[in-house]
């Protein structure tokens, strides 16, 4: 029998999905991710282009930290998911891959656009809690649109 089910999988990426998209507070956010062992966020890109990109922050207070500086960056709106059937889930590995979509705004020049962006959860039982909850989570987004419209350039471009 693997690891996992695919239900615990995707229950908790449930959760951290639901406490992401519904702009929870922080403490309900990061209580998605495990303790022990810790935890790492990577959004891949450039670090140039902003400075929640291209580092893994690693542990409960640098991914809290990762949280705040894509707040004080970014906003955020209208965000869902793919429907929960279209995610691929590895249940030997505790892996879920899935799209999801968003509006976007640049807190520094106002400037937005719609995305579509991709997770990579990898989730494990938390050693203190003996729950599943996220060990890793990367993202891969449009950190072009994100650099352009911090600099307020991207409208100039449609």
């Known amino acids: 029998m693997p690891p996992y089910t695919r239900a615990t999988l ?3 990426t449930q959760f951290l999905l639901h406490a992401f998209s519904s702009s929870s507070d922080l403490p309900t956010l990061l209580n998605t991710f495990t303790t022990s062992p810790s935890p790492t966020v990577h959004e891949h890109g450039l670090p140039q282009l902003a400075p929640f990109l291209g580092r893994t922050f690693t542990g409960r207070q640098q991914v809290e930290e990762y ?4 707040s ?11 429907d929960e059937k279209e995610w691929a889930v590895d249940v030997e590995t505790g892996v879920v891959c899935l799209k999801g979509y968003a509006r976007f705004t640049s807190k520094k020049s106002g400037q937005g656009w719609d995305e579509v962006f991709t ?6 039982r938390d050693e203190k809690e003996d729950k ?13 649109a994100a650099y352009l ?3 307020g350039e991207l409208e100039s471009l449609s």
């Open 132 to 144: 599943v909850k996220v060990r890793r989570y990367e993202v891969w987004a449009d950190t072009g």
């Open 10 to 12: 995707t229950n908790a």
């Open 149 to 151: 419209a911090a600099k």
């Open 67 to 70: 949280f705040n500086l894509l």
């Open 72 to 82: 004080e960056h970014l906003g955020i709106e209208n965000m869902r998911f793919d």
């Open 119 to 124: 997770y990579r959860i990898g989730l494990v």
